[in-house]
């Protein structure tokens, strides 16, 4: 286990709200792969803070926090205080190393501003992918 990581608590509801977002998410690690429609919207994650990217968004961290809630899958995290953000270290069975990261995509393009820091919109394609550090 990745020290510091903060390890989701399963079962937390994602709170109903008029601005859940629809938006597919898509896992591709090495052992866990799967995409999935989710609804999802801004929201306290991890250790409470909120992720909302600053405009009460929905965001690529929320959906997959939505995601590991409903289809019951472990997300491992760290906060970044540089960045002010979370950096995913694991999700399900794979986990981030010396030479893998987890990397998010929105619409197939790598995200530069963080996880919870980027707001995504209803219809976009979302992805964690377990690659090789550069």
Same mark, same amino acid.
């Given at each position: 286990?990745?020290?510091?990581?903060?390890?989701? %608590? =399963?079962?937390? +509801? $994602?709170?109903?709200?008029?601005?859940?977002? !629809?938006? &597919?998410?898509?896992?591709?690690?090495? *052992? /866990?792969?799967?995409?999935?429609?989710?609804?999802?919207?801004?929201?306290?994650?991890?250790?409470?803070?909120?992720?909302?990217?600053?405009?009460?968004?929905?965001?690529?961290?929320? %959906? =997959?926090?939505? +995601? $590991?809630?409903?289809?019951?899958?472990?997300? !491992?995290? &760290?906060?970044?205080?540089?960045?002010? *953000? /979370?950096?995913?270290?694991?999700?399900?069975?794979?986990?981030?190393?010396?030479?893998?990261?987890?990397?998010?995509?929105?619409?197939?393009?790598?995200?530069?501003?963080?996880?919870?820091?980027?707001?995504? +919109?209803?219809?976009?394609?979302?992805?964690?992918?377990?690659?090789?550090?550069?």
């Amino acid at each position: 286990m990745i020290p510091d990581a903060v390890v989701l %608590a =399963l079962g937390a +509801a $994602s709170p109903a709200s008029a601005q859940d977002t !629809q938006v &597919t998410l898509e896992v591709a690690g090495t *052992d /866990f792969k799967g995409t999935m429609p989710i609804a999802t919207g801004p929201r306290p994650v991890f250790d409470g803070t909120l992720c909302d990217a600053g405009t009460n968004s929905s965001t690529p961290i929320t %959906a =997959l926090v939505d +995601a $590991s809630d409903k289809f019951e899958f472990n997300v !491992q995290s &760290t906060y970044d205080e540089v960045l002010k *953000d /979370f950096i995913v270290t694991g999700i399900d069975v794979d986990e981030a190393d010396s030479t893998h990261q987890w990397n998010i995509y929105v619409n197939d393009v790598v995200i530069t501003n963080g996880g919870c820091h980027t707001p995504v +919109a209803g219809g976009d394609k979302i992805k964690f992918a377990l690659e090789s550090r550069v």
